[in-house]
């Protein structure tokens, strides 16, 4: 994950969206430890804003993915939409 920032760039995202976001999921993903109780790591994900940066750099991930990727996935969108605009809409924004 320290390293995804190539990934994010070549779909498109510039580093001042993510920097923060990727430096505080992969301080979270450090705290992971398999002895982790679950209730510390229920505890970790309670936090909105934790949780919410969380979901969206996985969110950056898989646009990420999409983008770099369109080939692949255009075909499974619905009426044609750009891969770009999909992932504007349906895949980045939070609340979704």
């Given at each position: 994950?320290?390293?995804?920032?190539?990934?994010?760039?070549?779909?498109?995202?510039?580093?001042?969206?993510?920097?923060?976001?990727?430096?505080?999921?992969?301080?979270?993903?450090?705290?992971?430890?398999?002895?982790?109780?679950?209730?510390?790591?229920?505890?970790?994900?309670?936090?909105?804003?934790?949780?919410?940066?969380?979901?969206?750099?996985?969110?950056?991930?898989?646009?990420?993915?999409?983008?770099?990727?369109?080939?692949?996935?255009?075909?499974?969108?619905?009426?044609?939409?750009?891969?770009?605009m999909?992932?504007?809409?349906?895949?980045?924004?939070?609340?979704?």
């Amino acid at each position: 994950m320290k390293n995804c920032g190539e990934f994010l760039k070549q779909a498109g995202f510039e580093g001042l969206v993510f920097g923060d976001v990727q430096d505080l999921f992969v301080e979270k993903l450090q705290h992971l430890k398999p002895e982790m109780k679950t209730e510390e790591l229920v505890e970790m994900f309670r936090n909105p804003e934790v949780s919410n940066y969380l979901v969206l750099m996985l969110r950056f991930l898989t646009s990420s993915q999409l983008r770099n990727n369109a080939v692949l996935y255009e075909t499974f969108i619905d009426n044609g939409m750009p891969i770009e605009m999909f992932c504007q809409t349906e895949v980045e924004p939070i609340d979704k």
